[in-house]
């Protein structure tokens, strides 16, 4: 069966020492999450190889919040995914929408982002998510059909077999407003079903999908309660090692 996860996204957020500290506080805490549940955690890229060192010996995964589209060469200002691997993060974030409406990145470049970390080792995260807009005007599922078509269906069956998949409802990021367990429910059993129709039944019920967007302490039980949800990509909370841990503590038992 598929793998339940609890991942951090720091974003742009702690100096490398205050992040050490956050680290630390949060392998101190991973002995109390149930040892079934995964516990990745996002912090800045200056922070990694501080933070991987630091828990070479932990439980706790690290994991890059981007990586370049390219191999390596002429991108100032990027970082590879092989420099990345070669810190021992394991996973990379991709798509997340911050980094699709800030910095354009589009279907084609995440595609390459996706292949690019897997060739270095790394498992992507790969995010999708609606607008208010698109939500109030019911188009959501076309537009979360498309983000996933337009990346994850160009990846062969092998490929696909790597990827967890994180529904972030953009009106829930970061604003308080969290999805319903039933709106989380309703989107991650219909990505499901159109994995399923691809890269058939098997591969579709192993593919771990999680929920992001204002999940706390005080809602994770009820959404993680889902069938479908496979756990969450956490924000704000996981910024404090005891909402993060509470929150990968909230699996039904
Ligand atoms: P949030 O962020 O939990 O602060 O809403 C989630 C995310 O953007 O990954």
Same mark, same amino acid.
């Given at each position: 069966m598929r793998k339940k996860i609890v991942a951090g996204n720091w974003k742009m957020n702690t100096t490398p020492a205050q992040g050490l500290k956050l680290a630390n506080e949060v392998n101190d805490m991973a002995a109390s999450a149930p040892t079934d549940v995964e516990l990745i955690i996002a912090p800045p890229l200056t922070h990694i190889p501080l933070i991987t060192q630091a828990l070479a010996k932990s439980?706790?995964?690290? =994991?890059? *919040?981007?990586? /370049?589209?390219?191999?390596? &060469?002429?991108?100032?200002?990027?970082? %590879? /995914?092989?420099? #990345?691997?070669?810190? &021992?993060?394991? $996973?990379?974030?991709?798509? $997340? %929408?911050?980094?699709? !409406?800030? @910095? =354009?990145?589009?279907?084609?470049?995440?595609?390459?982002k996706i292949k690019i970390a897997m060739q270095n080792g790394l498992t992507p995260i790969f995010c999708c998510g609606e607008k208010l807009n698109e939500r109030d005007s019911?188009?959501?599922?076309?537009? #979360?059909?498309? *983000? #996933?078509?337009?990346?994850?269906?160009?990846?062969?069956?092998?490929?696909m077999g790597n990827i967890i998949i994180a529904y972030e409802p953009i009106w829930a990021i970061g604003t308080g407003k969290t999805a319903s367990p039933e709106q989380a429910q309703e989107i991650h059993a219909f990505i499901r079903q159109i994995v399923s129709k691809k890269f058939g039944d !098997?591969?579709?019920? =192993?593919? %771990?999908?999680?929920?992001? &967007? =204002?999940?706390?302490?005080?809602? /994770?039980?009820?959404i993680f309660a889902k069938a479908d949800?496979?756990?969450?990509?956490? &924000?704000?909370?996981?910024?404090?090692? !005891?909402? @993060?841990?509470? #929150? /990968?503590? %909230? @699996?039904?038992k």
């Open positions: 439980r706790v995964k690290v =994991s890059a *919040q981007n990586c /370049a589209a390219w191999e390596k &060469g002429a991108y100032t200002g990027e970082v %590879s /995914a092989e420099m #990345i691997s070669s810190t &021992g993060a394991t $996973h990379v974030i991709v798509g $997340h %929408s911050e980094r699709r !409406e800030y @910095f =354009s990145e589009n279907n084609e470049m995440l595609l390459n019911n188009q959501y599922f076309n537009v #979360i059909e498309k *983000q #996933i078509s337009e990346v994850l269906f160009k990846l062969d069956t092998k490929e !098997e591969l579709a019920k =192993s593919t %771990s999908i999680l929920y992001g &967007g =204002s999940c706390k302490p005080d809602n /994770a039980k009820e949800v496979d756990g969450g990509l956490i &924000g704000g909370a996981a910024l404090k090692a !005891e909402d @993060f841990i509470a #929150i /990968a503590k %909230s @699996f039904p």
